[in-house]
């Protein structure tokens, strides 16, 4: 089974930028999707930004325009650049990837966004 590892995240003021980074432990290129979704508390899992094996991207409408999914093959990583960071942005950040019916998550990183 896939192991996946986020790292990036941390505290930042609103307005600034984080990048987010998940390592998986076999090519991404093995999964049909690699996602990043955030819980906020009290609140369900919800997707941010995910792309398929193809290079299709889809995003929250939240984050349009200010986050930026990508991936790095030779790496076997999958990036989330978040730009114009809003208090409502703080959350656990937790990467997926995903094949047929079965998903894999990551341990998650926080996010803090202060006002």
């Known amino acids: 089974q896939v192991h996946l590892v986020e790292s990036g995240g941390g505290l930042v003021q609103a307005g600034g930028s984080l990048r987010l980074s998940c390592a998986a432990s076999e090519s991404i290129f093995n999964f049909n999707t690699m996602a990043w979704y955030r819980q906020a508390p009290g609140k369900q899992r919800e997707l941010v930004a995910a792309?398929?094996?193809?290079?299709?991207?889809e995003y929250a409408d939240s984050v349009k325009a200010r986050f930026t999914i990508s991936r790095q093959s030779a790496k076997n990583t999958v990036d989330l650049q978040m730009n114009s960071l809003k208090p409502e942005d703080t959350a656990v950040y937790y990467c997926n990837a995903a094949i047929l019916r079965l998903n894999t998550w990551g341990q998650g990183t926080q996010v803090t966004v202060s006002s």
């Open positions: 792309i398929t094996v193809g290079g299709r991207t």
